[in-house]
């Protein structure tokens, strides 16, 4: 990318507002960074339309058998990481639904790989690795929205049929214009010019977090705002099963841990089970037949 290029991205402008941080009190110095900080959800919040077509495009793959898979560099590409790894304990999703790789590979997690984010073909690779399919949902994240790595993988999900969505700072970038769907929060320059991980990288936390939260939601991994599907691997999650129980049924502590510990700690059947006031082989079944959705479970059990 040449000077000019650079100096045309939004994300890379000065911060006519933080031109003296560096001569200011500590306090003014985080103010400062505050107050950029604020603009950060603003940006997010006008992009709610895409999101919702990513997350309503997202869900249609997963129902049939695909998967969502995350792929950015540097920053972009370890929010990525952290939204993917946390699928698993919050929803009790299979690793393997939700991914997310990095240019440079798991090495580039702690520090950065020289040159991998430049590689046209390295995100195609990666995609290979894991047979990423027309069933298959692919998530490009990029400040500049023109990342090589990114956007030689998007446009390999392209060229199989796979739903593809971008996730960049600049208003036209070259990842807006491949993509099915374009997520483009304009965060504008940052309070230190160019460290897109400030305002750029938060706006892409959040978007991905409203993308995850809301792929689960709609694929039935809640029941009123609580996360039915947490896997108890500890005490402190065997706790919040137990809380969650008696939060969605008004249950005791003791019944609710009495209705866990049949189902093996199995938060939703549990829920379900109290709710429906049904055998567990029954309320199995019917919650199976239902896809895991309790709200349609006991829908079901009302219209028989």
Excluded: W
Excluded at 147 to 174: C, F, H, R
């Amino acid at each position: 990318m040449s000077i000019i290029e650079i100096r045309n991205l939004v994300t890379e402008h000065r911060c006519a507002d933080t031109v003296n941080i560096d001569s200011v009190s500590t306090e003014d110095m985080l103010i400062m960074i505050n107050n950029e900080d604020k603009k950060v959800a603003l940006a997010v919040e006008k992009e709610i339309k895409e999101i919702a077509r990513a997350v309503d495009a997202i869900v249609e793959k997963l129902q049939v058998g695909g998967r969502l898979i995350y792929i950015g560099a540097g920053t972009s590409g370890r929010i990525g990481i952290l939204d993917a790894s946390e699928c698993p304990p919050t929803y009790g999703t299979d690793p393997e639904i939700v991914q997310a790789f990095i240019a440079g590979g798991e090495e580039a997690i702690l520090k950065a790989i020289e040159g991998a984010e430049d590689n046209f073909d390295l995100g195609k690779e990666d995609l290979r690795k894991i047979n990423f399919n027309e069933n298959d949902a692919l998530v490009g994240i990029t400040a500049s929205g023109r990342t090589p790595y990114v956007i030689g993988a998007v446009m390999y999900a392209k060229s199989i049929g796979a739903v593809t969505v971008g996730v960049n700072n600049n208003p036209d970038s070259e990842l807006s214009q491949i993509c099915d769907i374009s997520i483009s929060p304009i965060t504008g320059p940052e309070a230190v010019t160019g460290s897109t991980r400030m305002k750029a990288g938060t706006a892409q936390k959040l978007v991905l977090n409203m993308i995850s939260t809301g792929v689960m939601i709609k694929y039935g991994k809640v029941y009123e705002n609580l996360m039915v599907d947490v896997k108890a691997s500890n005490d402190k999650l065997r706790d919040r099963c137990k809380s969650i129980v008696v939060e969605a049924t008004g249950v005791s502590v003791k019944e609710a841990e009495e209705t866990l510990n049949r189902t093996n700690y199995n938060c939703k059947l549990s829920i379900f089970i109290i709710l429906s006031k049904l055998d567990m082989c029954i309320a199995k079944k019917i919650l199976d037949e239902n896809k895991g959705y309790i709200r349609r479970a006991l829908e079901s059990i009302e219209n028989n």
